[in-house]
């Protein structure tokens, strides 16, 4: 948070009649240094405007409420100052106080027009534009446009402005703001001077609206900031819409915001009772897990938030594993219970209840009943938090090694491992012909599809490309890699691609009979024998052993 970011001192009383301004409103940035998280885009401003390098036009993206129509006021601003003396020039820090800074925040300089292309698509609308242009500006150094939403200007409103915006009169200004740039024209893109405004971490978002309380001399916890934070989504405007709706809701006789308050508005779930039915899973509790989500749905918590909340457990733990930054929204005993699951859970166990999560979260949202949905995603996810590593599986059968079955299922008698032919191949074929060869004795199946039905496109253990000349099953490529797993102790990649092959390994073999069958029908003997007998066939003769 800048230290000179005024938010100044509402008055105790206010005046009758006077209506009331939301905060997003009320705290509108009126100095750039009172820019959340824009501190690269002001440095290029200020270094422009001392240098007199000013583009002529500038397109400001970014998501919903980062403060793009805000920057454009504040550009308007810093360009048109004029000082409490009225001598003053461009500007980084504009004062405020003159005539053209007052006019420009209130929205009355008729140098500054602002226009909402959402409404304005036109191309009548940017004619108005194109013959005001050639005038200079009434009472400003410049006459500046501002255009919201300009993906929105038709096709013909965006050509009629190339030329205009290429080489506008020294006196003229554009300003576009858009939340969809792919949507301009390049021809566009290519005419302006672009800053992409991020959006705010959530940490700065806190700290803003805990000085917005301050000055609002309204009481708030801080982790109900950081929920608040966190619902934002990077959008200052969204959160202090939240916070004014928070600020509402609370009773502020008993100690203000309170966090219990805020995730009960936004409908969030208790982030304690998350980590309790995290830990349920984890433990296998059948009962604890059905209780916890019978309690939630009571609550009013939606299923689809209760599988978010337990993602972001998961995300969670799986940064503290691998050494990531602390998130500051973060509450003391969520940082120790992520400490605690990540010194005793693997990456592979971490990853494989992130994918089991995601797939029953998009189920949920699909699901005609959530609830229900969401009860059988997680006995799945219980059930599969039980199974052995695949790699550790793999890797002890491969030893021999005993293989204890998972809780629950079928208890059967070890069966006498099979004597095997031939050993496992632990090292890669040199050629993909050896590598069918010994895919061929262990499934002869699978062999005789890769020998008649693919063309080799790379051979690069661990790495295989392959053509398909005939129609597969759908579990071939699986099928595959899970083989040469077993039988090279190496984890493959099997790729199937339209890229150019050789030829399958049938076709060549049928390419060199045809070849070893031409050789001999054109040599010199039996050439004379045909043509002394033109109706001869040449035989391959089969004999029996026998």
């Keep these: 948070m800048p230290e000179s970011l005024d938010l100044g001192e509402p008055p105790q009383l206010k005046p009758a009649g006077a209506a009331y301004r939301v905060l997003a ?264 897990v059905l209780q916890a989500v019978e309690q939630q749905d009571a609550l009013g918590v939606e299923p689809s938030a209760l599988l978010r909340g337990l993602l972001e457990v998961v995300h969670g733990v799986t940064r503290a594993k691998a050494g990531g930054a602390e998130d500051p929204a973060l509450s003391h005993e969520e940082r120790e219970a992520f400490a605690d699951w990540a010194s005793r859970m693997g990456y592979a166990t971490l990853h494989r209840l992130w994918q089991l999560l995601l797939k029953g979260h998009g189920e949920v949202l699909a699901a005609p009943h959530p609830r229900e949905a969401a009860e059988m995603a997680l006995l799945r996810v219980v059930h599969a938090s039980q199974l052995p590593d695949p790699g550790e599986l793999a890797r002890k059968l491969m030893s021999g090694e005993t293989v204890a079955a998972a809780p629950g299922a079928a208890a059967t008698a070890p069966a006498p491992a099979a004597p095997s032919a031939e050993p496992p191949l632990l090292a890669f074929p040199e050629t993909f012909e050896a590598l069918v060869a010994r895919i061929d004795k262990a499934s002869p199946l699978l062999g005789q599809q890769l020998h008649d039905f693919v063309g080799l496109v790379r051979y690069a253990p661990p790495q295989l490309a392959l053509r398909p000349i005939k129609p597969l099953p759908g579990e071939f490529a699986r099928q595959l890699a899970a083989i040469l797993k077993t039988l090279t102790n190496s984890a493959w990649e099997v790729e199937l691609s339209d890229a150019p092959s050789e030829p399958s390994l049938l076709q060549q073999e049928q390419a060199a009979a045809q070849a070893a069958r031409e050789e001999i029908l054109n040599a010199p003997m039996v050439a004379q024998v045909r043509s002394v007998f033109p109706d001869a066939e040449l035989i391959e003769e089969t004999r029996s052993l026998s």
């Design 25 to 288: 409103r009320k705290y509108r940035p009126q100095r750039f240094s009172e820019l959340i998280g824009q501190d690269a885009m002001v440095q290029t401003l200020g270094n422009a405007i001392r240098r007199d390098r000013l583009a002529h036009a500038f397109l400001l993206t970014g998501v919903r409420g980062v403060g793009k129509t805000s920057t454009a006021r504040l550009i308007a601003k810093a360009l048109n100052c004029i000082g409490l003396d009225g001598q003053g020039g461009p500007t980084i820090d504009p004062c405020g106080m003159c005539e053209p800074c007052v006019a420009i925040a209130e929205g009355r300089h008729i140098d500054v027009v602002e226009m909402d292309a959402a409404s304005h698509t036109g191309i009548d609308d940017i004619r108005e534009i194109i013959e005001a242009v050639r005038y200079s500006a009434v009472s400003a150094r410049y006459k500046v446009y501002i255009i919201d939403e300009v993906h929105m200007l038709s096709k013909a409103a965006f050509n009629g402005l190339l030329k205009t915006l290429e080489e506008p009169p020294g006196h003229v200004k554009f300003l576009f703001a858009t939340t969809e740039v792919n949507k301009v024209p390049v021809t566009v893109l290519s005419r302006c001077q672009r800053f992409d405004l991020k959006r705010i971490p959530a940490d700065l978002l806190a700290a803003h609206f805990a000085h917005v309380t301050e000055a609002e001399k309204v009481e708030a916890e801080p982790e109900a900031l950081a929920l608040v934070a966190r619902a934002a989504e990077g959008s200052v405007r969204d959160g202090l819409s939240i916070l004014d709706q928070a600020i509402a809701h609370a009773d502020l006789e008993g100690g203000g915001v309170k966090a219990a308050q805020v995730r009960e508005m936004l409908g969030l779930s208790d982030r304690g009772a998350i980590r309790r039915l995290f830990a349920a899973i984890l433990a296998s509790d059948v009962p604890g």
